[in-house]
């Protein structure tokens, strides 16, 4: 047996001396300790203590052995004083109560804690401190007192209150609880039922009025949520387009567009009325008054079969005009076409269309020409005379300034409308034909020397604004209809009536309701040109289907 000197800790109770007490212990030799004695962990203490030494045995000295606690060999069977702890509860006594003990089993060597026969029949609880929002100290001082709550109140909380110390129970017989909330077992044991510590259950020295401060304080609400704060508005649908822009768009570009260009007119108007005041500039404009002398045995009017050219060629080329567009925005058609000769040929119904029109439109144009040069009135629309060039520079100021030249298209054009008119039949009409050609099924796809002469982005670069030529000038050319004599020129055109008079026909209306009438042709045509309308059409010459 052999004896050391412990290291002493902090104190087990407040103010009390360091813990364990001064002094050597006895300590048992590894040599004294049973091989088959149990290791540490198996449900008990390994702590050891003094047993009384026999007086009989001889050569021993009346210093006590050292036992283990654990050894149920060298553990005789009785009851063992056990070490005081800190209080379980607040101001309390330190735990367990004095005088409990433990009791080892000989046959086990295993020992539980007990409690002396005279302690309460009843034993409390175990409390142990789960959370604090805060405590008054063991002489029963109250909170500290703050600030009202309500203007002109008294300081919170009220004088002498303390706080509800939420706590857990642990039932002494197993050693498990629960938290005090009833919110769950507690993870080392079944749990018991329990409930928070009533004031009664408290020590007196504590037993103050309490306040539970566990839920916030009511307050006063001065900011409030808006209508929408909870729901989240649902996204507008996308606007619809038409094109590459929205209507509304569409409809910002039209307003904004033609404001600058009323005042780009505007400033044009007033810069050539201020050239026109030169006197060198009056003498040009008197010198060529817009129109030259035609050659001797130009016909003079126009037939009847002009008329019916003209009206053919505004219906094909109003139609080519919408059905271009489309191709250029469609991008899932719903219908196609195939043709019977060759099943590869596949194109959507409204390329089909558009390249039917073509067909038809260049028919119009190769007879629109022949009849031209056979009856004489291509020199009506071809310059004969370099005196064109000065005189269209002549017209374009006349128009500018709007102090128009005095015409008579029955008779002749002015320069202007004769380059307008010649470049359009011999310049913009073949290069839309060709363009339109390279771009279409039927360009021959094994003419590879051929397609690499003429690339067909080429044709892309050049059909687009041929177009866009062919609007400008069917705008310009029915605003000066118009704008120059309505019922004369459109008897001129559709009537085929007029007179080398200028004001003849002025108040003749026949024109008019043949003008008319070809824009109601125009405008069925127009509502027409869909599938549905098409499909039929389209298979006299081939096969139409969905996909």
Do not use: C
């Amino acid at each position: 047996m052999a004896t050391r000197m412990l290291r002493r800790g902090l104190p087990r109770v407040a103010g009390g001396d360091p813990w364990p007490p001064a002094g050597d212990a006895p300590v048992a030799d590894a040599a004294d300790v049973p091989a088959e004695a149990p290791s540490a962990g198996e449900g008990f203490d390994s702590l050891t203590v003094a047993q009384p030494v026999p007086e009989s045995v001889e050569g021993s000295s009346a210093q006590p052995a050292a036992a283990p606690l654990n050894d149920p060999q060298a553990q005789p069977a009785g009851d063992v004083t056990l070490r005081r702890g800190l209080p379980r509860t607040p101001g309390g006594g330190p735990w367990p109560p004095a005088g409990a003990a433990a009791t080892v089993d000989p046959s086990t060597g295993s020992g539980i804690d007990s409690v002396p026969e005279e302690s309460p029949a009843r034993v409390a609880p175990r409390v142990e401190r789960a959370e604090i929002a805060s405590a008054p100290a063991a002489s029963g001082e109250s909170l500290r007192r703050g600030l009202p709550r309500t203007p002109g109140g008294e300081p919170w909380p009220p004088e002498g209150t303390a706080a509800t110390v939420a706590v857990k129970t642990v039932d002494p017989s197993t050693g498990s609880g629960i938290d005090s909330k009833g919110s769950g077992i507690d993870s080392k044991g079944s749990g018991i039922d329990s409930d928070l510590i009533e004031a009664s259950d408290i020590p007196a020295s504590t037993a103050v009025s309490t306040v539970d401060v566990s839920t916030p304080l009511p307050f006063q609400q001065t900011v409030f949520p808006g209508a929408t704060a909870f729901e989240r508005p649902a996204p507008k649908p996308e606007p619809e387009r038409v094109g590459p822009f929205t209507r509304a768009q569409w409809a910002g570009a039209v307003i904004v567009g033609g404001a600058a260009l009323l005042g780009a007119a505007a400033m044009a108007v007033l810069l050539v009325r201020w050239l026109l005041s030169f006197g060198a500039l009056q003498d040009f404009v008197a010198t060529f008054p817009g129109e030259y002398h035609l050659p001797e045995g130009a016909p003079v009017g126009f037939p009847g079969w002009l008329g019916w050219q003209h009206f053919l060629n505004v219906f094909l080329m109003v139609l080519i005009i919408r059905s271009g567009l489309r191709i250029r925005n469609e991008k899932r058609p719903t219908a196609f076409w195939t043709p019977k000769n060759n099943p590869k040929g596949k194109v959507s119904l409204t390329i089909w269309f558009h390249q039917a029109l073509d067909i038809l439109w260049l028919v119009n144009g190769i007879v629109f020409v022949i009849l031209l040069f056979v009856s004489g009135q291509w020199m009506r629309v071809i310059p004969t005379s370099w005196e064109v060039i000065p005189n269209a520079i002549s017209a374009a100021l006349q128009y500018v300034s709007l102090d128009w030249p005095t015409e008579n298209g029955w008779v002749n054009y002015n320069s202007l409308q004769q380059l307008a008119y010649g470049t359009t039949i011999f310049i913009a009409a073949p290069l839309a034909a060709v363009t339109g050609f390279r771009m279409s099924g039927m360009w021959p796809k094994n003419a590879e020397k051929l397609s690499k002469a003429y690339p067909i982005e080429w044709a892309r670069a050049v059909h687009f604004p041929v177009m866009l030529y062919f609007v400008v000038f069917i705008a310009i050319h029915v605003f000066l209809v118009f704008a120059t004599g309505a019922l004369r020129n459109l008897n001129h055109m559709y009537a085929a009536q007029g007179s080398t008079d200028p004001n003849a026909y002025a108040d003749n209306w026949t024109g008019f309701w043949f003008f008319v009438a070809s824009l109601v042709v125009i405008a069925a045509a127009w509502v027409a040109a869909r599938p549905l309308v098409l499909a039929p059409i389209a298979k006299l010459f081939g096969n139409v289907s969905s996909r």
